[in-house]
């Protein structure tokens, strides 16, 4: 008689599971007891690991921060800075398009993961040899905001599976919004994060971003 031997939880363990969970079913299911249903262990062994569920938060927050840093860590770093920051963003934002739910995530921490700050460490070097002085390094991160780890933050956010159509009762009062709200279409849905995230909407305005710093850089 044999018997399968059953890998051992590990705070990593959990933390791959926690992802993985959310990946599928969104972040509302990373629980304590569905992630102890997930690896076929009890709720209570989970906290030998991860201390309470904001503690899973923070952690999964760290491990898509980390597979940020690896995918950025293999962009070429070419002579122009800003080609070169443009492709490490770009990358960010596609570790973000797997994991749709991290970027909403990421704004509620209130620690900041050591994986993220290493991630701007690496994107003020980058800005220190392309000829910025720290006072332009630091208005340009306020500047880029949320677009410097690859995901835009929502001017409007609608409740989730919400309408963002303006109420019958408010449009008269909303002409130009209403106006705009009829003609804009997001037709890409795979590349869109939150509600009006697309692909196309990011790139505009980080090429706009971009375009301006390069333009303030010291000679």
């Known amino acids: 008689m044999t018997t399968e ?65 690896d995918v950025v860590a293999r962009v070429d770093r070419g002579p122009d800075w800003k080609q070169t920051a443009r492709r490490r963003i770009l990358a960010a934002r596609r570790v973000f398009l797997r994991h749709r739910w991290a970027p909403a995530l990421f704004g509620t921490r209130s620690s900041t993961s050591i994986a993220v700050l290493k991630y701007y460490d690496s994107l003020v070097g980058l800005m220190r040899e392309g000829g910025f002085s720290h ?37 008269a009062q909303l002409p130009n919004l209403v106006g705009m709200l009829s003609e804009i279409a997001h037709d890409d849905p795979d590349s869109t994060l939150g509600w009006c995230d697309d692909q196309a909407e990011f790139e505009f305005g980080l090429d706009l971003i971009l375009d301006g710093l390069d333009r303030l850089r010291e000679p």
């Open 5 to 69: 031997a059953r890998i051992p939880l590990s705070r990593e363990r959990v933390l791959q599971a926690a992802v993985a969970l959310a990946d599928e079913h969104g972040l509302r299911a990373v629980t304590m007891r569905r992630l102890a249903e997930e690896l076929g262990a009890e709720a209570m062994s989970l906290y030998y690991h991860v201390a309470k569920k904001e503690d899973v938060l923070d952690g999964i927050v760290e491990v898509v921060a980390e597979e940020i840093n």
């Open 135 to 171: 006072d332009r390094i630091h208005h340009a991160l306020h500047a880029l905001g949320s677009r410097a780890l690859g995901f835009s933050q929502e001017l409007f956010d609608p409740n989730a599976g919400a309408s963002a159509e303006v109420p019958a009762e408010l449009a």
